[in-house]
Nanobody, 122 residues
Framework: QVQLVESGGGSVQAGGNLRLSCAGT????????MAWFRQAPGKGREEVAR??????ASTEADSVRGRFTISREKNILYLQMVSLKPEDTAMYYC?????????????????WGQGTQVTVSS
């Protein structure tokens, strides 16, 4: 049973920084991938960044590239967020799954955490 527990959310002013953490336990192994998603009120879920556990290859969404960085250390997934903007306000979720390889690769998520709230004020 995979369990994912996020932490590190909070309220910051625009321009501030936060680092989210996700502690993963269970059947996560090197064949898997992990990702951060976010969902703002009234909006759809958006993938923010994803990472392959076998080699730490990662990618970030255009909306956050250059400001957010995904990384991991052992079974802990991180999302370093700098220069936060009010539009980054959302519930942030950690997810784990298996990679799907096409023209590029995606993370087919199977397990989700409960989320951590990030609020950025102007």
């Amino acid at each position: 049973q995979v369990q994912l527990v996020e932490s590190g959310g909070g309220s910051v002013q625009a321009g501030g920084n936060l680092r989210l953490s996700c502690a993963g336990t269970g059947l996560i192994d090197r064949r898997d991938c992990m990702a951060w998603f976010r969902q703002a009120p009234g909006k759809g879920r958006e993938e923010v960044a994803r990472i392959l556990l076998r080699d730490d290859a990662s990618t970030e969404a255009d909306s956050v590239r250059g400001r957010f960085t995904i990384s991991r250390e052992k079974n802990i997934l991180y999302l370093q967020m700098v220069s936060l903007k009010p539009e980054d306000t959302a519930m942030y979720y950690c997810a784990a799954g298996r990679p799907y390889y096409g023209l590029t690769w995606s993370c087919e998520t199977e397990h989700w955490g409960q989320g951590t709230q990030v609020t950025v004020s102007s």
